[in-house]
């Protein structure tokens, strides 16, 4: 079964420092059939104007991975962590029992363009953990590349979930697979560019619900940016 989300589809929201589309339900959007896929809660697609960002807000029993494509982020928080980032690092909060942070696009000039990403841990309560890695595109051509993981396999950021992101870069014409293993679900997301996902096609934005499938071929159609999720 694979069931498309189609980019158009998703929630929007404009509060002009921020433009945001919400994969499934968030804040002000909401349909209870977009709920999130396992345990795949939140992907939100930002735009962060020059000189603004969330300010401190709290977060608990949440993994949150926030993936830059492009412009800077400062990150602050609770756990005294004060960071200022961009692609190709990653960046991975667990929220645990209780963590504040602020997310800030300190640029004068460049729009920060970043995907959240919200995980359901396996275990609530922990101390709140903050785990910040490089992934470089060269390291993704071509290839999955594991950006969390639960074991933290491969120098990937380590989640509390039996849960898998990997990403990759493609390009046109180039044909890559994966073979989930048997009960496992997926969600495919075209970060940009497009794709053929089993024969069906994709765009920028666009997402995949993916279950009950043996392989999938995801063929490129141009130079195209892919995530993956290994859901339980």
Known sequence: MIQLRPAAARGHADHGWLKTWHSFSFADYYDPAEMGWSVLRVIND????PGQGFGRHGHRDMEIVTYLLSGPLAHGD???NA?????PE???????RGVTHSEFN?????????????IEPAVRGIAPEYEQ?????EAKRGKWLAVATPDGRDGSLAIHQDASLYATLLAPGEVLTYVPAPGRRAYVHIVRGEATLNGRAMGSGDGAKIADES??????????????????
């Not at 930002?46 to 104007?49: E, F, K, S, T, V």
């Not at 729009?111 to 919200?118: E, K, N, R, Y």
């Open 78 to 80: 609770s756990m005294q």
């Open 133 to 137: 890695k490089s992934f470089p595109d």
């Open 83 to 87: 960071t200022t980032f961009r692609r």
């Open 106 to 118: 300190p640029s004068a000039d460049e729009t920060t363009h970043l995907l959240q990403i919200w």
């Open 90 to 96: 990653v960046q991975r909060m667990s929220a645990g």
């Open 46 to 49: 930002d735009y962060i104007a």
């Open 215 to 232: 392989e999938l071929v995801l063929a490129a159609a141009g130079d195209t940016e892919v995530l993956l999720f290994d859901l339980p």
